[in-house]
């Protein structure tokens, strides 16, 4: 990892490109307009980008459909579009310290985040899913001898692909990766506050050998390009990662359009549960302070319910606080040694510091933090933050803050903690520590999460799947599943007889 001189220098360097992509080539906003991204830990511009307009997305989308019909990707060999989409994972690596520093720069997340967790994710994003293109296959029924019937997959069409600032880069690739694989055309909105990272995309993804067209990237609001995107009668699909609030806009602008198909990863309020069984306090604890402080909280998963067993409950805080302590403290997310950054913006610090001062109004007791840092007063911090004493009907408790703030609750027993777990809108992850293989299991099978770690938390790999239950949506991410979501089937039967 370089030092920070080297990361200032490169940022002190850079020049990124901040017009849109379209059809191979950068070209402005078609009014010109541009809005300014602002970098959250010193409150100065990175760049003024192009704030795009519907007719924006007109071309974008016109530009897909082309190549689209032309099959000059859905139809290519799948070896050759392999070869491309591994070109193009080996791109982004070879361009990964550019890319991470715009990642950085735009929302804040240190910079051994976005080099040695978002980078390789992302990357491994798009090789696991190159690798599927000539594995996917149709299917023949077993029908009447008089007949032979089969199932074809093919691409959608036109994907809009709309994602969040958490992690841009690495959720752009999660959503690229399957629909490229599968032979669709895209067109990417990434999020206003991290613009920079997608539109290198989509220059790397043809220097890779991608046709122009294919691969599409349109900055600007979601107010704006995105809901221009998601109403637009020729785009077939949303693929979308974001809040709740908006993935519910997104069903009802489908509605209004053309039926696309819209699937949504939302937000969260995920539950991680340590049971007294679980005799290793200091790993269930520092597990839990990662839970929920890695990437300043600001995690779909982030596992801001911590539900304890009354009895261990006080040691645990205990451990939290002394775990948190050592492993967390704000910092310049350009120096390699910072383990949290600054939050996205100043409306998201506000928005955090608003629940921490609801908690304690409610009667939450604050262990930890609930400040801004006054030694970055100029970015947009908030100090790693503990609340005990929370009740499961509190603020707290049942919204999704998206910042660094751990609500701890005393529990008596796994069934206890399960019914607290289970009482959420929201239903992406869920952990639970303990030695009993049973109380796991038992667990595992009725508690509303689409992802669930025993003893451990943000476990897994490119084959697990990513998507929740009830109001976190219905999107599966990174698994073979991810495949289904970007494509369709066509039932052929031919007459024999
Ligand atoms: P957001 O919903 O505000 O924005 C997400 C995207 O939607 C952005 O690109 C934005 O420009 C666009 N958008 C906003 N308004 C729109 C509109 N009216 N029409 C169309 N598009 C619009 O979310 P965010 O603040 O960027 O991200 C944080 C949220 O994302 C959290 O709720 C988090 O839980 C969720 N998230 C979920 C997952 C998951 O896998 N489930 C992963 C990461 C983040």
Known sequence: MHT???????????????????????VPASDERTFSSINPATGRPVAEIARGTARDIDTAVAAARRSFRKGVWSRMAPRARMRIMQAFADLIEANGEKLALLDTLEMGKPISSS????????????????????????VVTNTDVSALHYILRQPLGVVGLIVPWNYPLMMACWKLGPALATGNSIVLKPAEQSSLSALMLGELFVQAGGPPGVLNVV???G????????????????????????????????????????????????????????DDLDTAAAYAVDGIYSNQGEVCSAGSRILV?????????????????????????????????????KRQQERVLGYVDGAV??????????RR???????????????????????????????????????????????????????????IWTKDLATAHRFARDVEAGVVWVNCYEHGDMTSIWGGFKQTGNGRDKCLEALTQFSQTKSVWLNLG
């Open 4 to 26: 920070l001189a080297h990361w200032r220098e490169n940022a002190a360097l850079l020049k990124p490109e901040t017009r849109h992509f379209i059809d191979g080539a950068y």
């Open 115 to 138: 080099l040695g967790v978002d980078l390789p994710a992302s990357v491994n994003a798009i090789r696991f899913f190159a690798e599927t293109i000539d594995k996917i296959e149709g």
């Open 219 to 221: 900055t600007g609001l």
């Open 223 to 278: 107010e704006e390009v995105g809901k221009a995107l998601a109403l637009h009668m020729d785009v077939d699909k949303i693929g979308f990662t974001g809040s709740t609030e908006i993935g519910k806009l997104l069903l009802i602008y489908a509605g209004q359009s053309n039926m696309k198909r819209v699937t949504t990863e939302c937000g969260g309020k995920s539950p991680q549960i340590i049971l007294s069984d679980y």
């Open 309 to 345: 067993d009354r009895k261990i409950h006080d040691a645990f805080v205990e451990r939290f606080i002394a775990t948190a302590g050592k492993r967390y403290a704000v910092g310049d997310p350009l120096d390699p040694s910072t383990t949290m950054g600054p939050l996205v913006d």
């Open 361 to 370: 109004k409610e009667g939450a007791k604050l262990e930890l933090g609930g």
């Open 373 to 431: 840092s006054e030694t970055f007063a100029e970015g947009a911090y908030v100090e790693p933050t503990l609340f005990s004493k929370v009740m499961p009907g509190m603020q707290i408790a049942r919204e999704e803050v998206f910042g660094p703030v751990a609500a701890i609750m005393p529990v008596d027993g796994a069934d206890h903690a399960l019914s607290i777990a289970n009482d959420s809108i929201y239903g992406l992850a869920a952990s």
